[in-house]
Every structure is written in structure tokens, then in C-alpha cells.
């Protein structure tokens, strides 16, 4: 009943369920190692829900140009939004395998994943909607039995607040994930001002000891990425998680957009038993952006403005810390040749600076200070 709401789920999954099946090949034998050529697929990998399972597998179909396609992977695979429902992850809109918040100049519009908010159920520090893993796609993990229960009451369209608790288990070992947690949303706008604000903060306390390793995106300055294994740091076994998540953006001085978006988490470790060198783990992300459409005759001169600060102290003292600012200038040129073809050419310049005191010998994974300079053009056509 309004503004009331309640939802649980009571979960099981045994750590052998299956849903494939061993098919022979032409000749009537099955290679048990191979996968690929082996092994029918009733429920796919496809974690970010486009048109490719994230698996190579054998494919059964007349067509030989179907066959190709489906036995191939999908090489970029970016869980998240799909907003606009066009089957394309929104961080990969250009489906070229990398994801966009590193690629120049569209990267303006696209922010790193660990720059947003998002739950992390499973305590593995990477927000679930963005795990990438290589099991079928089912609706709980293998191996895992409990329940979750939460409820809360709307306190406007758009906000409301809401508490739960979550136990979970491995049927195949003594791990156990236990977790009590509060959610507050809120959204506020100001149509006069054109402004509009969310604003999100989620506390749980945590015991998990349960490994959740995934697949993710690592890619660092000036060097080509590729998905690499992340194991699960397990640093919510005994813990008291807080995040925090502001955004607005205010359109009062169109055409001049203007938005910002801030994220405070903080894992505060408890107990006797943590290892001597843990400490609290504290994240400070905060992206500012501006940007500025000059109409000059039926062209636009579209200057833009992208900052990212990002502070990081990890768990274990022995890691790198993150203190470091990127300042990003883009000037665009969209230049109309047809009512169906425009030509865009820009101009992207990227101040990197790192604010962590260098060391002899620095440490693994640290980046230094840099500048680059970008130049870019290319015709789009539109068809109607």
C-alpha cells in the first residue's frame, strides 16, 4: 500500500546445474576439452545483453554467414545501461571493442565506471551492474543458497528509502556472505533554475568472506587495454561500507550546460582479525564538465570542458595510493555539407597530472605526469 513497499526472494543453486549438453562433430566424436566445437549452449553468457554471446561456441544454423557470426565472441563486452535500447551497451555506443570513457572525444559524454554509483551486492568493489564473468547467465550464481528481503516507503516520485538484510551461502564450502543495508534516494528539481539533483547514500554492514572473482576492462595512459581476470581483494569481511552519491546539472545558463557528479565510499574495517597492514579504504571521485554550442551560420563551434579528480587510499597500505587530476579541453567543429552529410573535426587536449609523491623506483601501476594532443575528423551520414 503507497508510499509501502516490500520485496524478498529465497534463492538455491546447486554448484553442479548445468544447461548444456556434449554434441558429437561429423564423425561421431566428442573432444570433452573443447568447448567451442562441443558444447550446445541452452542459456548464454551475454552480460551486456547485445546481439553476441560473450562465448565462442558452435553454432547451428543453414545459413553460413549466421554461423560466422555466432560462433564468434563478442569482443567488447561492457555490462551497464542501455538507456536508449538499441541492443549496444552505452559504454561501448561505437562498438569498436573499446570501452568509450577512454576513447577520445566521445569519452566527453561517457564517465569511468569507478566515477558512478551503483549497489555492490557481492562485496567485491566492483558495482554489479558492471561485472563482466563467464558463466551462462542465470538468475542466481551456482553454489549459492539464501534469502534477501528488503523494505521502505516512497517519500516523493523519484525518492523514497528503503532498509533489508541478506544472507547467502556456498552449499560446497563453510563461506557465507551476511549483510544488513539502508538505501536513501532523492531526487530534487528546480525548473525555474533548470536544475536537477539526485542524490544517493547506501550503508551496509558486511561480513563476507565468499570470493567473487570477475572479468574487467584494465587499461592504462597511453597503453592498449584487453580484459584481464580481477580477483575479488576481500576486504568486506568484517566491514561497515558507506557511499555516497551526488549529481546535478543546471541548464539555467543555456545554452551553456553545466553538470557535476561526486562520489564518496569509504570502507571502515572491523574486528580483531584483519591482517596488520589493512587499513580503511577511502574513494573521492568528482567529475565537473561544461559545454557550449556557438552557432556559427549553420555550423557549430562546440567548445567543451571535462575534469576528473580522483583520490584513493587503498586497504592494504602496501598498494599504490591515487591522487591524481586530468583536465580534458575538446573543440569541435560540426560543419553541415548536405541536409544528410556533416562533416565533424576536433581538436582534444588532455592534462594529466599526478599528485602522489614520486618514489625510486616507482611503484607498480604508477603513472606519471603527461600532456597529449588529439586531432580528429570524420563525415557522418545520415540516412533517412
Known amino acids: 500500500m503507497y508510499p509501502w513497499f516490500a520485496y524478498g526472494e529465497i534463492f538455491s543453486m546447486d554448484p553442479g546445474y548445468q544447461t548444456f549438453m556434449f554434441v558429437p562433430d561429423s564423425n561421431g566424436r566428442i573432444n570433452y576439452e ?21 562465448w565462442r561456441r558452435r553454432a547451428f544454423s543453414s545459413s553460413s554467414s549466421e554461423r560466422l557470426l555466432i560462433q564468434r565472441a563478442d569482443v ?17 555506443q561505437n562498438d569498436n571493442g573499446m570501452p568509450d570513457y577512454l576513447e577520445p572525444f566521445v569519452r566527453y559524454d561517457v564517465d569511468p565506471l569507478e566515477f558512478l554509483y551503483g549497489t555492490d551486492m557481492n562485496n567485491n568493489t566492483v558495482i554489479d551492474r558492471f561485472e563482466n564473468d563467464e558463466e551462462a547467465d542465470y538468475p ?34 563453510n563461506r557465507r556472505n551476511q549483510s544488513l543495508y539502508g538505501l536513501l534516494t532523492l531526487t530534487h528539481e528546480v525548473p525555474r533554475h533548470g536544475l536537477q539533483m539526485q542524490l544517493y547514500n547506501g550503508l551496509r554492514r558486511v561480513k563476507d568472506n565468499i570470493p567473487e572473482d570477475i572479468i574487467l576492462w584494465v587499461q592504462s595512459p597511453r597503453t592498449r587495454g584487453d580484459m584481464r581476470p580481477f580477483v575479488d581483494p576481500m576486504i568486506a569481511q568484517d566491514a561497515l561500507i558507506n557511499t555516497s552519491f551526488l549529481s546535478a546539472r543546471t541548464r539555467k545558463y543555456a545554452p551553456l550546460n553545466l553538470e557535476t557528479k561526486l562520489k564518496y565510499e569509504i570502507y571502515h574495517q572491523r574486528g580483531d582479525q584483519r591482517p596488520a597492514n589493512w587499513q580503511d579504504e577511502k574513494l573521492l571521485a568528482l567529475i565537473t564538465k561544461a559545454d557550449l554550442p556557438i552557432p556559427v551560420g549553420k555550423h557549430v563551434l562546440w567548445p567543451r570542458w571535462k575534469q576528473l579528480y580522483k583520490r584513493r587510499s587503498p586497504t592494504d597500505k602496501t598498494e599504490l595510493e591515487n591522487n591524481e587530476l586530468s583536465e580534458i579541453f575538446f573543440f569541435v567543429w560540426q560543419q553541415e555539407l548536405i541536409s ?27 603513472v606519471d605526469d603527461f600532456e597529449q594532443f588529439v586531432f580528429a575528423a570524420q563525415v557522418d551520414y545520415r540516412s533517412d
Open 340 to 366: 544528410t552529410t556533416r562533416l565533424e573535426s576536433g581538436i582534444e587536449y588532455e592534462i594529466f597530472r599526478n599528485m602522489v609523491e614520486r618514489t625510486d623506483p616507482l611503484p607498480a601501476g604508477y
Open 76 to 92: 567488447a563486452v561492457f555490462p551497464g545501461y542501455d538507456e536508449n535500447n538499441d541492443l549496444v551497451s552505452d559504454f561501448n
Open 140 to 173: 542466481y550464481p551456482r553454489d549459492h543458497r539464501g534469502y534477501n528481503f528488503y523494505g521502505g516507503a516512497e517519500l516523493k516520485p523519484g525518492s523514497r528509502i528503503m532498509v533489508g538484510r541478506m544472507r547467502e551461502w556456498l552449499l560446497s564450502s
Open 34 to 54: 573443447s568447448a567451442v566445437n562441443n558444447v550446445y549452449e541452452f542459456v548464454d553468457d551475454n552480460d551486456d545483453q547485445d546481439r553476441f554471446p560473450d
